[in-house]
């Protein structure tokens, strides 16, 4: 190769590489150094990454868990030999029609997702025990599955209700990672399978940190409708953000109302202000008017006659020692009543959440 086609062969390659002619020795040219200006960097779309596994969490702390004791039964031993006494002398056959009815009614077929939301006037009423009831009444007597779904913005005790050791998905980790492309199967992976069947979603991890927003409880409930025949969604209490829209979109409701004076009354208000929804969100309303002291002094049936005047059905929720207990709720440990009352009330929200289109 000659001197000259050389030349010609490192000058090309030399204007390949730094798009510019060298110099008259053949040497590279070097340009004059350039402000560099800024590139600006393209957000990426978070529902591209990879979400971040979160740890496992326990829901009740391993040094408090021992201080919980044996689960007691809800009605005293005496209670119980009186009641079984009391069941001898009863009329079984209307007992046995009634227990049908209720059986019937919970396991009548379901087309599309129903959404069942359970609120209150504070906290501290039952609110997330009469959920933990209301899932696991469907548990039992469904085959298809169920899903009970804590939107408290707060430190619920819903996980610790359902009997869940430990929670590591939360409602809002889903809400990044739902596509429609998921199975069951797929979902399943991100929720805690209850003892007694079916599956809980909590809000959190049992800390203090971003609460539940709209935006993540709509896009979380709309996608798991098509999943689980019934859904029952443990809400924060009234008037959040979280829990006007769950009451407002929900299929059937229940409002959970502590037997006092004022309880009742806050309840009522928040009735009235349902019937002045534009679809008649009343008519799917159930009352779960419920006791958390044996020594309650309000007329039980003079406050459910209250209730009942907008037009909705109120159903009591005796004391319960058990209940009363706190920790995970144990169904062979309900007194009867409670039993009983839970039946009723899971088959009279789900028939109204039914006729709902």
Known sequence: ??????????????????????????????????????????????????????????????????ALGRPQHGDSAAR??????????????????????????????????????????????????VSALLGRTFNHYRQDPVLTLEADAALGTLPVRMGAESVRW????????????????????????????????????GRVGAPLNVATYRTVTLALRRYFAVTVVDCETLPGEVARTAMDTAHARVVVAPMTAEGVHGTRQVLDWLARLPHSALDSTVVALS????????????????????????????????????????????????????????AEVLGRAVRVR
């Open 80 to 129: 119980r030999a009186g009641a079984g006494v009391r069941r001898l002398t009863a009329s079984a056959g209307r007992e046995v029609a009634e227990q049908t009815r209720y059986a019937q009614e919970l396991q009548r077929p379901v087309t599309t997702g129903r959404v069942v939301a359970v609120t209150s006037i504070r906290g501290g009423v039952g609110k997330s025990t």
């Open 170 to 205: 939360s409602a809002g980790d889903l809400a990044r990672i739902l596509s429609p492309a998921m199975q069951l199967t797929d979902v399943t992976g991100y929720l805690v399978p209850v003892a007694d069947g079916g599956w809980l979603l909590p809000a959190g991890q």
């Open 291 to 346: 006791a958390a002291t044996p020594d309650a002094t309000l007329d039980t049936k003079a406050a459910a006659a209250h209730l009942r005047e907008p037009g909705v059905t109120v159903v009591h929720l005796p004391y319960d020692r058990h209940l009363a207990q706190g920790g995970p709720i144990h169904t062979a440990k309900l007194a009867r009543d409670t039993r009983d009352a839970a039946v009723r009330l899971a």
């Open 1 to 66: 190769m000659t001197g000259s086609a050389r030349s010609d062969w490192q000058r090309d390659l030399v204007r390949e590489l730094t798009d510019s002619p060298p110099s008259e020795n053949g040497a590279p040219h070097t340009p004059e150094p350039q402000p560099q200006l800024p590139v600006p960097r393209q957000p990426r779309d978070p529902r591209t990454l990879p979400a971040p596994t979160p740890e496992s969490r326990p829901t009740v702390d391993p040094r408090l868990a021992v």
